[in-house]
């Protein structure tokens, strides 16, 4: 697998803001104190390469003349579901990838699926899953199953990364095991990662849909309000150029979509997201939070990435992510939201600096750990514990039940 690249560095040059709507500013002297120390409260001791083994019908796929393509991979893992529900979720998959097959014949398509396990016996299990996975999609496009040890979801997207860099493919997307695609959703990411002269980076129109959870329908009716994030392609279901992500993710970072807008966030152009684009038919479903003990964890997380992007990218650039993305709305720190009136914008803003105290928070902490030198040496995955999608429902019960048919359980990761 190739060496994935080095984080960036910041450097003086950068330290100027420049922009639609913006003079031009310097990066004031506390703020830069600030995130040097936010940068070094966190040090990674963990890394994304990981040997996999690949199942492929047929043998490996071979580059072709000229190369192009678009690779497409659902990461997943054994525990996350029983095996049948992770055959609804392929069947689903196959019928989306058919139809953009189908409305463009003259694209190649090269589908992945990526299974991790963790323990001996979770690896067993996992070959014999993917290899039936694979046998579904016999019939239909090129498929490569890549098996490999978890957990972290960045693991498999660099496997996949690998492959598609060695077949010479165009662009490589990927899809939540989560998430539910409507019919066209991947044909017409495909047509527009296309008319983008596949650069830069596309992604489905996300709509939420709130779960059985107390939590979950408290944070969907707040993130309708605030919208935090969500104005850029997200890693549910992306499509992004390979040559963005050549050589992988670095171990740095765990949020895939977090360094996808990163490296293409143009902070001095007119539009600064104008290589980020959101494909408004190209529509995705998902559920919004789950239990409350996982939903903490995964917030916390979220905002770790949040802080070691804003520490590690140039100034201009972590300021338009800042005041134009992450807290749009949060006057007087951003820009006042009314476009939709002022008791909204009020709402909004009440909102987002509620968020903000919780962001602070953990700026603190990573600001502590850089300064007495006792960094961060993980952000843990934090995922629901199973892959319920609206429309498509797991329980724990039934998903650890299959890993050990028989009462005679073996102790678990």
């Known amino acids: 697998m190739p060496k994935p690249r080095k984080p960036p560095t910041r450097s003086r040059r950068t330290d100027t803001a420049t922009g639609p709507g ?58 996350r579901a029983t095996p049948e529900e992770q055959r609804e979720m392929f069947r689903d998959l196959l019928k989306r990838v058919g139809t953009a097959c189908r409305a463009h014949p003259d694209v190649r398509l090269v589908l992945m699926i990526g299974m991790q396990w963790q323990t001996p016996e979770q690896r067993h299990e996992a070959r014999r899953r993917l290899g039936a996975l694979v046998e579904m999609a016999a019939d239909g496009p090129e498929v490569v199953g890549l ?24 662009g490589i997307g990927w899809m939540d095991d989560d998430v539910r695609m409507e019919e066209e959703c991947l044909a017409r990411l495909v047509t527009a990662f296309r008319e983008e002269g596949c650069r830069g980076a596309v992604g489905a129109t996300k709509i939420p849909h709130s779960s059985g959870h107390l939590t979950s329908r408290i944070l969907h009716r707040a993130k309708a309000v605030a919208a ?29 979509d977090g360094y996808v807008c990163f490296r293409l966030l143009d ?58 993305i992450l807290f749009l709305g949060m006057w007087p720190l951003a820009r006042w939201d009314h476009s939709q009136g002022v008791r909204f914008a009020c709402r909004k803003a009440a909102i987002k600096w509620l968020y903000f105290l919780w962001f602070g928070a953990i700026g603190a902490e990573l600001y502590l750990r850089g300064l007495f030198g006792r960094p961060l040496r993980e952000v843990a995955w934090s995922g629901y514990p199973t892959a319920g999608a609206p429309g498509r429902g797991t329980t724990p019960a039934t998903a ?14």
């Open 228 to 256: 935090p994030a969500t104005n850029y392609p997200h890693g549910c279901c992306i499509l992004v150029a390979t040559a963005v992500v050549a050589g992988g993710i670095p171990d740095r970072y765990v949020s895939d």
């Open 267 to 324: 902070p001095g152009a007119p539009d600064p997201l104008h290589r980020l684009r959101l494909v408004p038919g190209a529509r995705v479903h998902y559920q919004v939070a789950g239990p409350a003990g996982a939903t903490r964890r995964r917030i916390r997380r979220l905002l770790l990435n949040h802080h070691i992007y804003l520490a590690d990218w140039s100034y201009p650039t972590a300021r338009y992510y800042f005041r134009e």
């Open 400 to 413: 650890e039940r299959d890993l050990h048919p028989t009462d005679e359980r073996k102790p678990g990761p």
């Open 22 to 79: 913006h003079a031009t500013a310097r990066e004031p002297l506390l703020l830069a104190h600030i995130r040097r120390r936010i940068a070094r409260g966190y040090r990674p001791t963990s890394t994304w390469d990981t040997p996999v083994d690949y199942l492929a019908p047929g043998g490996f796929p071979s580059p072709r003349p000229g190369g192009g393509g678009i690779g497409l991979v659902m990461p997943t893992q054994v525990t």
């Open 147 to 170: 098996l490999l040890r978890g957990p972290l979801k960045v693991r498999t997207l660099n496997a996949a990364i690998s492959v598609a860099e060695r077949l010479g493919l165009d």
